[in-house]
């Protein structure tokens, strides 16, 4: 069993900043890409941004620049600051995480509970 919890969420005006942290927890022995989406009201959900094992990054094109993705293999935690934020940016913000839970295993997709991003004057 692997859990993620997220944390960091918030209200915040356009332009600040937050930091979203994900740990994964359990039955681990190696986790592949992570990554992080988001879905807001009555919308798709949505890729941000993922990270390699080895720390490989891509980026919508919407949060260029402004988000950064990050990860401590040790802690199984990845993060995402997020910079110069737009009221566009509110959602609801999932972390993924490709897991093996064995060597032999396959990789198996975990997500998070997800976190409110709110982004407003």
């Known amino acids: 069993q692997v859990q993620l919890v997220e944390s960091g969420g918030g209200l915040v005006q356009p332009g600040g900043s937050l930091r979203l942290s994900c740990a994964a927890s359990?039955?681990?022995?190696?986790?592949?890409?992570m990554g992080w989406y988001r879905q807001a009201p009555g919308k798709e959900r949505d890729l941000v941004t993922t990270?390699?094992?080895?720390?490989?990054?891509h980026y919508a094109d919407s949060v260029k620049g402004r988000f950064t993705i990050s990860r401590d293999n040790a802690k199984h935690t990845v993060y995402l600051q997020m910079n110069s934020l737009k009221p566009e940016d509110t959602a609801v913000y999932y972390c993924?995480?490709?897991?093996?839970?064995?060597?032999?295993?396959?990789?198996?997709?975990?997500w998070g509970q997800g976190t409110q991003v709110t982004v407003s004057s």
């Open positions: 990270i390699s094992s080895l720390g490989t990054t």
């Open positions: 359990g039955s681990i022995f190696s986790i592949n890409t």
């Open positions: 993924k995480a490709a897991v093996k839970t064995t060597y032999w295993d396959i990789l198996k997709d975990y």
